[in-house]
Every structure is written in structure tokens, then in C-alpha cells.
Nanobody, 130 residues
């Protein structure tokens, strides 16, 4: 059974940093798993949007323009955990952050749409405010 559990959210001042974690179970983050992990966020009154994604097989990464250069997605295969390091946070980064997984190959890349993913975590709140 695939499960994703996010943690690491909280309140941070503008310019600060947070590292989100997504603990994955029910599958491994390396061979022979084929799939993708994505980080999404949803602010109040807005649609859920893709922030970043990583390919399980070759670790290719992709970032939304709004976070490029500030956020970094990574994984620890041994721990079965995907991270989102968020630096230089802005008030507009305030949202509930979700990790998501899809465990099959794709003929296109990147996978940054909600409909690309089959499994979702419960989300963790990130608030950027002074």
C-alpha cells in the first residue's frame, strides 16, 4: 500500500528557509521502481499547482519558474524520503504543500499537473510571514 507522509512545515519569516520531507512507503525510490514524485502547493482560494518533480529512475528534476533557484528537490533512497529544500522564502510561498507519486512510466516530462499523479500525502502547512 502506497503511503506518503509530509512533514517539516511551519511558520518562517520572509527570506528564511524550510525543508519539507515526504516519507514514502509501499515502494522504493530506486530500481526497479519506475515513476515520479512531485511537490505541489495550494494557497487559499487558489488551485493546486506543481512546484517541482523528480524522476525515480534517473533523478531528473524540474522546477516551476516561481521557485527556480530557490527550491531544491532531492531524495534519500535509503530512508525512502523525498525532500524539498526551500530557501529565500516569500509570503507568496504560503500554502499547504503536498507530495504526490505516480508509479508508472510516462511518455512526457515534466509531470507537473495534479492529474499526472495517483497518490497524495495529507499536506503540510507553510506560512511565510513577519
Amino acid at each position: 500500500q502506497v503511503q506518503l507522509v509530509e512533514s517539516g512545515g511551519g511558520l518562517v519569516q520572509p527570506g528564511g528557509s524550510l525543508r519539507l520531507s515526504c516519507a514514502a512507503s509501499g515502494f522504493t525510490l530506486d530500481y526497479p521502481t519506475i515513476g515520479y514524485i512531485g511537490w505541489f502547493r495550494q494557497a487559499p482560494g487558489r488551485e493546486r499547482e506543481g512546484v517541482s518533480c523528480i524522476s525515480v529512475s534517473d533523478a531528473d528534476t524540474y522546477y516551476a519558474d516561481s521557485v527556480k533557484g530557490r527550491f531544491t528537490i532531492s531524495r534519500d533512497n535509503a530512508k525512502g524520503t523525498i525532500y524539498l529544500q526551500m530557501n529565500t522564502l516569500k509570503p507568496e510561498d504560503t500554502a499547504v504543500y503536498y507530495c504526490a507519486a505516480v508509479l508508472r512510466s510516462s511518455y512526457y516530462w515534466p509531470l507537473m499537473s495534479v492529474t499526472d499523479y495517483d497518490y497524495w500525502g495529507q499536506g503540510t502547512q507553510v506560512t511565510v510571514s513577519s
